[in-house]
């Protein structure tokens, strides 16, 4: 019973003393690690004047190893989220003709299409399945839409200049 009363008494000035140089937290898990190790590896240590200098010496151990990982995980030398530009929204504009000449190219193809194929792909972006879609062509087979499919998705990359591999 004294231990346990020396260990109260003793969580309280290492607590206080971690709080002085790191977050209130921190000192907090601190202080429970210190108390852990002393209760399981130092169990034999009873005397207060060996266990006072010894509990403030894992102590600083463990505030070192907290500021190493700190250092390693880069939280020192973070930057206030107010102080960061603003990333601009816009793409460069080799990005932008590019992908301008892309939906021309597409828009041209789409075009070329047959009238089920531009049918096929307009349900297909208002966003019904194949199953619906079915129903909507009047097919009895979903291996006909998914024919159809593969078939209108090859003939509008052949026409927009690809091919299927």
């Excluded at 190219?105 to 299409?113: H, N, P, S």
Aim: charged fraction near 30%.
């Amino acid at each position: 019973m004294q231990r346990d009363l020396m260990l109260t008494s003793l969580r309280e000035r290492i607590l206080a003393f971690a709080t002085s140089r790191v977050s209130r937290d921190l000192a907090e898990d601190l202080t429970q690690e210190v108390l852990v190790l002393l209760h399981e590896k130092y169990a034999r240590v009873t005397d207060l004047t060996e266990l006072v200098p010894l509990a403030f010496q894992i102590l600083r151990f463990q505030m070192l190893d907290a500021h190493r990982k700190s250092l390693r995980r880069g939280e020192y030398h973070q930057d206030a989220i107010e102080d960061l530009p603003l990333a601009d929204p816009g793409d460069d504009p080799a990005t932008q003709l590019d992908q301008k000449q892309r939906v021309d190219r597409l828009l041209a193809a789409v075009g070329q299409l047959g009238g089920r194929c531009r049918d096929l792909f307009r349900w297909k972006l208002e966003g019904h399945s194949f199953p619906e879609i079915r129903k909507i062509m009047g097919q009895t087979s979903i291996n006909t839409i998914y024919t159809w499919d593969l078939r209108c998705r090859k003939q509008l990359l052949s026409l927009m200049g690809g091919t299927w591999e």
